[in-house]
């Protein structure tokens, strides 16, 4: 007689490792980095204001600043898988709407994008919590910003060029992104994390863990760095497309540009290294401090638009190597009882982030011309700056040192993970 054996992958799931989280970052990355430069470029051609394009990305941020707190919340009655899930599936549904290409299914799309990545970043971060020890949480974000690095960088540029050739092409290719992702995630069966201890009580409400996390500095600052390092994203992917645009420069060239932009990811081993050379808070320091001076100089009255351009490309470099480093200070002062709640707050940052750039760049444009906004934003790494000073000199030193991975070798084929 024969035996029948049940698949070992089926019988016990596979333990998540550093590498799946990666995958699934990296498909994200082809997700949203293949509509990043189509959105702007899209809203302007339908509507032909940017304060009015501004306004709108303002209410989105509202939107997803509200989800993203409610998050905790609804995970008290629905699994964290399922959330995951529906969020994800928020990608695929936006996609198909932003394929018919009307000024209120664009809108629509960027809804449902947006609320689709904040739903899905709160539960990844509570997922890796669980399942990535702390000792491993640098090697896990190089690796994250490695694989997502061809998403990231690639995407944007063809997105443009998909949506100047077929409108719903870009659309297409996200909703096929987004279904991969979810595939990779159903495969991981990582179920609704880590039961840590049995709850004796119902837990409290979420927003009432604002307190402890305005009680601890260390996670307030790394929140802070998260804000306005994603404000600085703003400016450069939603802002240098619009500038462009209006200075005669085409509409490619922002989707050119990030995508160089985001080459540099490929590098983030390097940048880990150098990381280590020094010490978290001098890297979050000068990152910040270049990024600022940068910005700055782009804002400069009569500066020729491919100076300005050159300046905010040097400033982009900059928030890549924030992107590795400034979010290590949260991330190694979460407590594990903690997990989801100030998940779900450091996840805030890309609404607060969203709320804050389009009201502020709406207000900007009423008095100053778009230079204006990339002169707010410099002042904003500046105050980065001087917040980062106060960084204990040694933070996660001994950590990244026994780490030190080596540089990630992608399989043949395959992508190398802001």
């Not at 998403?151 to 290719?173: E, H, K, N, R, Y």
């Not at 707050?345 to 804050?356: C, E, L, M, N, T």
């Amino acid at each position: 007689m024969f035996e029948r054996r049940i698949p070992e992958w089926l019988r016990h799931a596979p333990a998540p490792s550093v590498r799946g989280f990666a995958t699934l970052a990296g498909f994200e990355a082809i997700t949203r980095g293949i509509l990043i430069s189509v959105f702007p470029v899209a809203m302007f051609d339908a509507l032909g204001d940017a304060a009015r394009i501004s306004s709108i990305y303002f209410g989105i941020g509202i939107v997803s600043l509200l989800v993203g707190l409610l998050v905790p919340f609804l995970n008290r009655f629905v699994p964290r898988r399922w959330i995951f899930g529906i969020g994800n599936m928020g990608y695929v549904l936006g996609a198909v709407l932003g394929m018919f290409g009307t000024p209120a299914t664009i809108i629509a799309a960027l809804v449902l994008n947006s609320v689709a990545t904040v739903s899905t970043f709160v539960c990844f971060n509570a997922y890796v919590l669980d399942y990535v020890a702390r000792i491993e949480l640098g090697k896990l974000e190089t690796q994250r910003m490695f694989y997502s690095a061809a998403g990231w960088t690639v995407g944007p540029v063809v997105g443009v060029l998909l949506w100047s050739w077929w409108a719903p092409a870009p659309f297409l290719v996200a909703a096929v992104a987004a279904t991969g992702q979810l595939a990779a995630f159903v495969y991981m069966r990582m179920g609704n994390g880590k039961l840590i201890t049995r709850a004796r009580r119902s837990a409290p409400n979420p927003l009432a863990f604002l307190g402890r996390f305005f009680a601890q500095p260390r996670l307030v600052a790394g929140w802070l760095f998260a804000v306005i390092r994603s404000c600085g994203w703003w400016a450069y992917v939603v802002y240098l497309p619009i500038y462009a645009v209006t200075r005669g420069l085409g509409e490619n060239l922002g989707g050119a540009m990030l995508s160089t932009t985001n080459a540099a990811l490929f590098l983030s081993p390097l940048i880990l290294r150098w990381m280590q050379a020094t010490s978290i808070k001098r890297s979050v320091r000068i990152g910040f401090f270049a990024a600022a001076g940068l910005f700055l100089t782009a804002s400069l009255p009569g500066l020729p638009p491919a100076a300005a351009v050159a300046a905010l490309f040097g400033g982009s470099l900059c928030l890549i190597v924030l992107d590795i480093c400034a979010g290590l200070p949260f991330l190694m002062a979460v407590k594990p009882s903690e997990r989801t709640e100030m998940s779900a707050i450091y996840s805030s940052y890309r609404d607060v982030s969203g709320i804050a750039t389009p009201g502020i760049a709406w207000l900007v444009l009423l008095v100053a011309p778009i230079t204006g906004i990339f002169a707010a934003a410099g002042t904003a790494c500046l105050v980065a700056w001087g917040i980062a000073g106060r960084l204990h000199p040694r933070l996660g030193e001994a950590r990244l040192r026994i780490v030190a991975p080596p540089l990630p070798a992608p399989e043949p084929g395959g992508e190398p993970a802001a």
